[in-house]
Nanobody
Framework: QVQLVESGGGLVQAGESLRLSCVVS????????MGWFRQAPGKEREFVAT????????YYRDSVAGRFTISRDNAKNTVYLQMNSLKPEDTALYIC?????????????????????WGRGTLVTVST
């Protein structure tokens, strides 16, 4: 059974940073694209960032590009999201996701294609 467990969320002020982690069990992630999504209160879930199997291809939504960095440590079966210069509009539940097939690339996962496994999320709140 594949499980994704996120951590690292919290309450910060605008301009500060957070680093989220997603630890995966039940599957070796080394051949899979991984992704971070978020869902703000009253809004639909949206993709934030995705990363291919070896980390040399990443994809970001426009509003976080240049501020957020997705990375991975396949030896630790973990994916990270470094978030800098946080803004109040970044407030959301941040959720890690994995596809069902190694065929899925970063843009596929960003478009919600092939997604099968989801974590429960970690809450990020950014105050003014």
């Amino acid at each position: 059974q594949v499980q994704l467990v996120e951590s690292g969320g919290g309450l910060v002020q605008a301009g500060e940073s957070l680093r989220l982690s997603c630890v995966v069990s039940g599957r070796t992630i080394g051949i899979y694209t991984m992704g971070w999504f978020r869902q703000a209160p009253g809004k639909e879930r949206e993709f934030v960032a995705t990363i291919n199997w070896n980390g040399d291809n990443t994809y970001y939504r426009d509003s976080v590009a240049g501020r957020f960095t997705i990375s991975r440590d396949n030896a630790k079966n973990t994916v990270y999201l470094q978030m800098n210069s946080l803004k109040p509009e970044d407030t959301a539940l941040y959720i890690c996701a994995a596809p069902s097939t190694p065929v899925a690339g970063p843009e596929d996962v960003a478009a919600n294609m092939y997604l099968e496994h989801w974590g429960r999320g970690t809450l990020v709140t950014v105050s003014t």
